[in-house]
Structures are given as C-alpha cells and as structure tokens.
C-alpha cells in the first residue's frame, strides 16, 4: 500500500451524490480511483481495483449494501464510510464492520474530522501491513461447479464454461457450450457465488463470463454492447457501465 495518497472508491447510485463526494475529498490526500452505480458493481471494482477507502451508500438498487459489506472482512482494507441520507442505519453500518459513517447532503466540517480519523488509520495500516496483503473477501469462496437439473438427472457444470447468464425470474438461463439451461437459482442469489474477477453484471438481467468478452460497441445515450467470441450480443446498461470500465479496462 503506498503511504502518499489514499485511493478511494466511490459507490453511491446517484451521480450528484459521487460528485458532492469528490468535492468533499478535494482537500485530502486521496485520489478517486473509480467510481460504481451498485453493490454489484462495487463487488468487481473492489476486486480489481483494491482501493485503500470505500465510500459507500446504504439504500441502492440490487445488492443491500449490507449483504456486501458481510463479503468484506471488516478487519483488513479498505476502510468502509457510509455516506448516506439516513441516520437511522448508523448503529448496524458499525456493527457490519464500517469505519465511519457520514450523512448526506455532507457537511464539511464534520467530513473533514471523518477523513483525519481515516487518515490517521490508514497511516497505522500501512506499517502494519508489511506482510502481504490479506485477502478482501470473507472467507466463502467462489464456487467452482453447479450441479443444474436437467430432467431427472443432476448435470455438474464447470463455471468456468458459462458463456453467459441470464435472468427469468426466480430462475437464470445458463448459456454454456451452445445450450441454454435452466436452473432454479435468482441472478442475484448466483452473482453473489461467483468470483467478481471472472464474472460482471452488465444488465439488470445479465451476467458475462470475462473471459467470453471480444468486443465493446458504444450505442446512444451512455448505453453500449458486448459482443461475446460466438457472436452473442448482450447490452450493457448506463448503470453497471462503471463497473464494466474497470473490469474490462475501458477508457
């Protein structure tokens, strides 16, 4: 970890909230390394990009921002603060294992004394870890196989072979090898088993398997499309665009 600037990550699903969040952070040693819509998307930045400082809102759509801090360990980095509008979640945001926990719209004084307790933990964390760097994630590790039913019979499915997977409801459509399976599982529920580095939700109703991505075509309005080395044309959605521009190294 470098001991000059922190690098920060900013998790909010407002856009005027990640910006009231840069203009508070100007006056700090700290450079905004990325910046995600969701949880989800926090889930993959944080994977690649393993900031030092998360700032995270509680109420966003998809994954609680609760269910996400559960598959941080709390007592490694980064440093988690809560920025939100609601003061009535400040005792369980602590109990979950944040930092500190600021309120929105952001008063500068009281986010100045947050980020000199930050500072001065982080500084300590830097002498401490001289060892190599503990892992981010708890301790659940990301599953490997499915076993996905197919008629009477249990099918073991290498992850790694899923091209792609889409959401029907309380189902996910797993497209592997040319076939399209049905297993009973919400998207969410799987995203959450997969490993973040291999695996990005582009869509409200789709996940990709990294390795399958060949192109990025840019469409209107901040929208674009991957396009997998079948073929497959798959939208990626304004609001998981962040997520996708760290993961797939989009400028």
Request: aromatic share 6%; glycine share 6%.
């Amino acid at each position: 970890m470098s001991t000059e600037r922190i690098r920060c990550l900013l998790v909010d699903d407002e856009m005027l909230a990640r910006l009231a969040l840069r203009q508070a952070l100007a006056a700090h040693a700290v450079d905004v390394v990325g910046e995600c819509g969701s949880a989800d998307e926090a889930m993959q930045a944080i994977a690649q990009l393993q900031p030092d400082l998360v700032f995270l809102d509680i109420r966003m759509p998809g994954m609680d921002s609760f269910e996400l801090m559960q598959r941080l360990q709390p007592d490694t980095l980064p440093l988690v603060v809560f920025a939100t509008a609601f003061d009535a979640h400040a005792l369980k945001a602590f109990d979950a294992g944040a930092f500190d926990y600021v309120l929105k719209p952001i008063d500068q004084e009281r986010f100045d004394r947050s980020m000199d307790r930050v500072t001065r933990q982080w500084r300590r964390l830097a002498v401490d870890h001289q060892a190599p760097r503990q892992p981010l994630f708890a301790a659940t590790p990301s599953v490997e196989r499915l076993s996905v039913r197919v008629g009477e019979a249990l099918r073991v499915l290498r992850v790694g072979d899923i091209d792609w997977i889409a959401a029907e409801g309380n189902y996910v459509r797993l497209h592997a090898a040319g076939e399209a399976i049905l297993h009973r599982q919400t998207l969410q529920q799987l995203h959450g088993q997969l490993d973040p580095s291999r695996f990005l939700r582009i869509h409200r109703g789709t996940v990709v398997n990294l390795d399958r991505v060949s192109e990025i075509h840019p469409l209107f309005h901040g929208d674009a499309e991957v396009v997998l080395r079948d073929g497959t044309r798959l939208p990626l959605s304004r609001r998981f665009r962040d997520g996708a521009r760290v993961a797939l190294g989009l400028r």
